[in-house]
């Protein structure tokens, strides 16, 4: 299975979260919560780290670090690593506390940042637990709006600077109780969250740091993570690439063959990661398993006809730049 994929450089912005193993809870008590807290405060010490807001639930908890030394990996180590012995030496337990490795995603902090913010603060919201962020105890909210004074570890002048209010605190609080905007709802709804959240321009560039061997190594991130191609420009790709129609290309005709359309199925699922409802409207399949048939046949003929291979070298190149 491919590693997940990590991108670390100097001043990187993260969302960083964690869930417990089982969706079990990770923090059983209060005093479970300031163990995680004075990991949190240790770290920013022995690491440089600069964690700016937080948030923890019972089964998982949300961060938001700057890492101005690239350090993601060894600060989140210590943090994770030591909470666990120390949880489990509490409860009497041994073995993981988590599902896996903690989920990073880097944030244009051009962009992103504020966002992100609200997004972590309003998860116990989200969660019906109490009716405004800031009245959550156990997240970073409260300091941001006013209601205490936050703890020397903990950065919140960055995040509350980009509020355009006289009065910042006052400001955020407003801005903290609002829903969520669309694109930010829509990408962490997501069932796998792409590890950049960027424009294109963004993604682009740590994308393209990587060489060949890191690419393999964590394909399956990669490839949710890059600028995907939508249906629309595949199919025209594949059209003119074949010298049809994209009608003739998406044409289904009963008991005859069409590879040109197969190959755009292809094309859609394995490059463009297209749903199989989207290819299904869009090529007239009646069934999801048609589609499937489809791709696996190409698939199979990949390492068996030079013909086919070729054409998709082709096509994969054209349609990924």
Not at 79 to 97: A, E, W
Not at 199 to 221: G, I
Not at 294 to 316: H, P, Q
Request: glycine residues 6%.
């Amino acid at each position: 299975m491919p590693r997940p994929l990590r991108i670390e450089f100097q001043d990187a912005w993260y969302h960083v979260m964690n869930r417990g193993a089982g969706y079990k809870d990770i923090f059983k008590t209060e005093k479970h919560r300031l163990m995680f807290l004075d990991l949190l405060a240790e770290a920013t010490s022995l690491f440089g780290i600069r964690i700016h807001a937080y948030c923890l639930m019972n089964n998982h908890y949300h961060l938001l670090i700057n890492t101005p030394r690239a350090n993601l990996s060894r600060a989140m180590r210590h943090i994770n690593g030591l909470y666990t012995q120390r949880f489990n030496r509490s409860v009497k337990r041994d073995g993981p506390l988590f599902r896996g490795r903690y989920k990073a995603i880097v944030v244009d902090k051009n962009g992103y940042l504020l966002q992100v913010s609200r997004y972590i603060h309003r998860n116990p919201v989200a969660a019906k637990i109490c009716a405004a962020p800031q009245n959550y105890k156990w997240s970073s909210c409260r300091y941001y709006c006013g209601g205490a004074n936050n703890p020397t570890w903990l950065r919140i002048n960055e995040i509350l600077s980009m509020q355009s209010s006289k009065n910042k605190q006052e400001g955020y609080k407003k801005y903290v109780n609002e829903e969520l905007d669309k694109p930010t709802a829509v990408f962490f709804k997501k069932e796998n969250i792409s590890t950049i959240l960027g424009d294109k321009s963004f993604k682009a560039n740590l994308l393209n740091r990587m060489d060949n061997e890191e690419v393999e190594a964590h394909k399956t991130d990669y490839n949710r993570t890059r600028e995907l191609p939508t249906i629309a420009e595949i199919n025209t790709i594949c059209s003119r690439y074949f010298k049809i129609t994209e009608k003739e290309l998406c044409l289904g005709v009963r008991g005859k063959a069409n590879d040109y359309r197969k190959i755009g199925m292809y094309a859609c699922r394995i490059w463009g990661m297209v749903t199989l409802r989207e290819i299904a409207e869009q090529y007239g399949c009646r069934s999801h398993g048609n589609i499937t048939h489809a791709v696996n046949d190409i698939k199979r003929r990949i390492g068996k006809d030079k013909k086919v291979m070729l054409i998709l070298k082709d096509l994969e190149r054209k349609i990924i730049e």
